[in-house]
């Protein structure tokens, strides 16, 4: 129903930004509530941050609040997080992932982008 392709990932020291972005193909870009989520090697995957389909609506996890920042550009099908003041442990794979609505599991995914920041 909907593609997703993450980009932007790569290597940053401490302190750095990086900016992850998402393509999306398919189904109409603006029906889908959106996320991002990472998985550190050998833990679970865990929310980073999500936003509502009209992007007037944010939410983030703790330990990326006032640091990182997820959008959306339904003109352009594009969802981004713009991560600032990263730390070691933000190094994880990072995936954007679709729902059909708040209150619904995520049910699609895009194959991850490696981020690793350096001490």
């Known amino acids: 129903q909907v593609q997703l392709v993450e980009s932007g990932g790569g290597l940053v020291q401490a302190g750095g930004s990086l900016r992850l972005s998402c393509a999306a193909s398919?189904?109409?870009?603006?029906?889908?509530?959106l996320g991002w989520f990472r998985q550190a090697p050998g833990k679970e995957r865990d929310f980073v941050a999500g936003?509502?389909?009209?992007?007037?609506?944010?939410w983030y996890a703790d330990s990326v609040k006032g640091r990182f920042t997820i959008s959306r550009d339904n003109a352009k099908n594009t969802l981004a997080l713009q991560m600032n003041s990263l730390k070691p442990e933000d190094t994880a794979v990072y995936y954007c992932?679709?729902?059909?609505?708040?209150?619904?599991?995520?049910?699609?995914w895009g194959q991850g982008t490696q981020v690793t920041v350096s001490s």
């Open positions: 992932a679709a729902r059909l609505d708040i209150g619904q599991r995520y049910a699609y």
């Open positions: 936003i509502s389909k009209s992007g007037g609506s944010t």
């Open positions: 398919g189904r109409t870009f603006s029906s889908y509530a």
